[in-house]
């Protein structure tokens, strides 16, 4: 049984703020039956060890950058924690890294804690547990692998979305545990500043990433974020290995939130569709397309407004949810004024009527500028809501784009565009309305997409394979 501590700022079903949550918090169980037994370790944001089953202290320390701390071992569901106990760096009324858009302006010290514990507990064990491996997650932890170069340990670092890198002023170096010395362009300097995943980058045994396409993208100036030269470096020792779904959370034949249908028995599906245009307000003849995002320029949700207008003129609709910048926001809302009974806009995020959206909906947009793995396209493949993407990252790793070749094949299972610009959406839409209208190759469509395999068996497959031959070596 080889056991790995899995580091990360979030995991579900604790604290949430992104995909990376899910990911950190569906491995354990997907590699439990390949005899992998990971604990996972996050902070202790406010409420969360409320949430803690049998929660028990493991170690103290009386002074964690200036407060007293302790970690404390509990299960969230069948999924061993550790929850790093330190309420003068974790409990706050914000999210888990800023309140009311603006960074903690001490996010060095609170992850530089974080990193500083799980590499005592890789060194020393914790109640009896000593990890042969540490897998670490994003900027928040890229110091683990950096305070463990030298210890003979394994260490794994994920990149979910390289645009987020822990850049800090050079002062903080004291703060984070580092030495002047580290301060180099072959160590944690990063354009005059600080960077923790840079640091992670450089000193990980391993570096994966959350797609193949990805992985190759990150190695590119327009993808790698100024980080495209490290990536380089050691693409000998860069994976992708693509993100899974929760095959049993997300199952239409299942799911509470709407009536059953599967690949099978389809029937369900029109049902949906009529619940969601009630819920939502709209009567749509042709095809239902859905939005289930964050409203950013990253998402492309700018090139959504000037694409969609003969989409609707031709008979769509469309349904949205989510919340984000202003700009967006207001965009999104404008458009749905303007097309009342076309177009409805709900700003915030609600899980059960995401659930429902993905039912009821005929397509899901997806017209991502950038995409590490992307879990909206995979969820509406999943419930036969076909995917329109942009054909890049994760996207074009998963959805098969409808052409005269892949519809001859029969392999297509939604519609891929290129470049990631307004026209290019438009024409996808455009495309999509005609597919919509062939019933039969539609359902053809359909059935083929609600058959993709996106559960975490194989990735899990992947990542244990990974940890072996680390270990082994």
Not at 9 to 30: F, H, I, M, R, Y
Not at 139 to 161: A, K
Not at 340 to 349: A, D, F, H, L
Request: glycine share 12%.
């Amino acid at each position: 049984m080889k056991r790995v501590l899995s580091v990360a700022s979030e995991a579900v079903p604790l604290v949430k703020t992104g995909g990376l949550a899910d990911v950190v918090g569906a491995l354990p169980g997907a590699l439990a039956p390949l005899g992998c037994e990971m604990r996972v370790m996050i902070p202790a944001y406010r409420g969360i060890l409320k949430k803690l089953k049998s929660p028990k202290p493991v170690w103290e320390s009386p002074d964690l950058h200036g407060g007293p701390a302790r970690l404390v071992r509990g299960k969230a569901g069948a999924m061993e924690v550790l929850v790093l106990e330190a309420d003068h760096l974790y409990d706050r009324d914000g999210g888990p890294y800023a309140q009311d858009g603006r960074d903690y302006p001490d996010n060095a010290a609170r992850f530089a804690a974080l990193s500083q514990v799980a590499a005592l507990v890789a060194r020393e064990g914790i109640a009896g547990w000593t990890p042969d491996l540490v897998h670490c997650h994003d900027w928040q932890t890229g110091l683990v692998p950096w305070y463990l170069r030298d210890s003979g340990i394994p260490t794994v670092m994920t990149i979910h979305n390289i645009a987020f890198q822990g850049r800090f002023g050079r002062e903080t170096l004291p703060v984070l545990g580092l030495a002047a010395e580290d301060f180099h362009r072959d160590g944690v300097e990063f354009w005059g500043d600080v960077s923790t995943l840079k640091a992670g980058l450089m000193a990980a045994d391993a570096i994966t990433t959350v797609s193949p396409r990805y992985a190759e993208e990150l190695m590119r100036r327009e993808f790698g974020m100024g980080l495209e030269g490290v990536i380089q470096a050691r693409a000998g020792e860069l994976h992708g290995i693509l993100n899974g779904i929760d095959t049993e959370a997300w199952n239409p034949g299942t799911d509470p939130e709407c009536s059953p249908f599967s690949a099978a028995r389809p029937g369900g599906k029109a049902k949906n569709r009529a619940a969601l245009e009630a819920e939502f307000g709209l009567e749509v003849p042709g095809p239902l397309a859905i939005v289930v995002s964050r409203l950013t320029d990253q998402k492309g949700i700018d090139l959504i407004a000037p694409a969609i207008e003969p989409f609707l003129a031709a008979g769509g609709g469309l349904a949205v949810l989510g919340s984000g910048d202003g700009w967006a926001e207001s965009a999104l809302s404008d458009l749905a004024a303007r097309h009342p009974g076309r177009v409805g806009v709900r700003i915030g995020y609600d899980e059960a009527l995401s659930h429902r959206m993905f039912a009821g909906g005929d397509a899901v947009l997806v017209p991502s500028r950038f995409e590490p793995c992307g879990l909206t396209q995979l969820y509406g493949l999943r419930y036969g809501c076909l995917p329109v993407v942009a054909a890049v990252g994760g996207l074009a790793d998963t959805v098969i784009g409808a052409s005269p070749a892949t519809l001859a094949a029969e392999a297509a299972t939604g519609v891929a565009f290129h470049p990631v610009d307004d026209l290019a959406l438009r024409q996808a839409l455009m495309r999509l309305v005609s597919l919509h209208a062939d019933r039969k190759l539609w359902g053809q469509m359909m059935r083929r997409a609600m058959k993709s395999d996106f559960s975490w068996a194989r990735s899990a497959q992947r990542y244990a394979a990974l940890y072996d031959a680390l270990c082994a070596s």
